[in-house]
């Protein structure tokens, strides 16, 4: 298979996916029972929470400056901000391919290298993914109960019982498999792991480590704040529980990370969600597109007014410094 191939499904199957997905989820829930909520939402929530999204964008941009700084390099904020939004407003047309125009960014208009900038933005994805999995860990905790009846209630005990034991069982044939096996599969995910191991060790021995794992817990505080207030917007979903507001977080993350920007997906992920703890279902899906919308608004602005503005000032500051 050949690249352009590769990239043209890599952009036209999660957008054909997300078209598919939504005209069923129009059929079973029409717009008539929707357009309701989004007329009688208050959108001072939104607001507000559009507003905490944008502070976890500030504090990723001021964050990124801790990784590049033992290295040598003062990165501007400006830039570091720039870049940030110009990688979102990316990964809405080829998902991921935004961490790649970031480095680019500043190999552009602050000189560093590529390899050096991209690698630093790894280390941020690290630290990312172990905030995600304390947050499902938590989740798992403080709602149990419910997962295990909800499990219970799918599967009898006796196939749960032979499904982790399965699991245990495909756990040490894996980890054997890792250890033992050099194959092209195995040395992947070996490395994946390392660089885990890695990425978690350099964190705690960068200059201002403290500061950098604040602004990490920060940047997942604001998202989770994000979501709940703006639940606040749908009066349907002013008694919701803080269990399915973070299973609904968790699940509009990886859609988030698996597709171009949740593109339709990601108010489908929340309806999923919210409807393990029988929410009404349009009131949910409701709230997943006013969420979505709000903040893709805020990223198609500010990542284009960067696309415009990056340039001019940077030719400004070139202009300044001589």
Do not use: C
Not at 38 to 49: E, H, M, Q
Not at 79 to 88: D, K, L, R
Not at 253 to 279: D, E, K, M, R, W
Request: aromatic share 16%.
């Amino acid at each position: 298979m050949n690249n352009v191939l590769k990239k043209t499904l890599k952009i036209s199957v999660p957008l054909l996916l997300a078209v598919i997905l939504g005209w069923y989820s129009f059929s079973k829930i029409p717009l008539s029972q929707i357009i309701p909520h989004f007329k009688s939402a208050n959108y001072n929530w939104v607001f507000l929470g559009t507003f905490l999204g944008l502070l976890s964008h500030l504090s990723r941009a001021y964050r990124w400056r801790y990784l590049l700084e033992p290295m040598g390099y003062n990165l501007r904020f400006t830039n570091s901000f720039m870049a940030v939004m110009i990688t979102y407003l990316s990964n809405y047309g080829v998902p991921r391919s935004g961490e790649v125009l970031r480095a680019a960014v500043l190999t552009n208009y602050e000189n560093i290298p590529f390899e050096k900038s991209f690698g630093t933005i790894v280390s941020e994805r690290i630290a990312d993914l172990i905030i995600l999995l304390a947050i499902i860990g938590f989740t798992l905790i403080l709602e149990f109960n419910f997962i295990l009846n909800l499990l219970q209630q799918t599967i009898s005990f006796k196939k749960l019982a032979i499904l982790a034991i399965a699991g245990i069982l495909m756990l040490g044939i894996g980890y054997y498999f890792i250890l033992k096996s050099n194959s092209k599969l195995a040395t992947k995910v070996k490395h994946f792991f390392i660089g885990l191991i890695e990425g978690m060790a350099s964190i705690f021995k960068m200059k201002h480590k403290w500061k950098f794992i604040f602004h990490t817990l920060f940047i997942w505080i604001m998202y989770i704040a994000m979501f709940y207030v703006t639940t606040f917007a749908v009066k349907d979903l002013n008694n919701i529980s803080i269990g399915a507001i973070l299973i609904a977080f968790i699940s509009a993350s990886f859609i988030i990370a698996a597709t171009n920007g949740g593109v339709i997906v990601y108010p489908l992920a929340i309806l999923a969600a919210f409807s393990l703890f029988n929410i009404p279902e349009s009131p949910a899906l409701a709230f997943g597109w006013i969420i979505w919308t709000s903040q893709t608004l805020m990223v198609i602005l500010l990542g284009t007014l960067s696309f415009i503005y990056l340039p001019i000032y940077n030719k400004k500051s070139k202009t300044t410094n001589l």
